[in-house]
């Protein structure tokens, strides 16, 4: 996982400065997950990192999504197709609030 953050954060500063919006600095989120699928079992651990990517309305939804794909299938290609690829996107404009 450790190798995979220079890109991200390489990718963030890169989305923060093409997506401010009002003379303020895009907003990205970078977390991580540990999701133990089944208890009892060493091999169930699951590792994965969160984007939260907030989208200003001077980008279009469709143009943030490809972009953060790119990203995706760049880290993907990086660990050689080992990675789990489950891949939720979801990027939200800026002033939408989670449910």
Known sequence: MVE???PILKWIERWEKKASYGGKKAI???GASVVDTRARQPDSRKDGSVLDVR???T???AAARRDIQRLFFLLKKR???AWNSNLRL???RAH????
């Open 79 to 81: 660990r050689d197709g």
């Open 55 to 57: 989208v200003p309305p």
């Open 28 to 30: 990205v989120n970078l």
């Open 59 to 61: 980008i279009p939804m």
């Open 4 to 6: 995979l953050m220079r």
């Open 96 to 99: 939408q609030r989670r449910a």
């Open 90 to 92: 979801g990027p939200r």
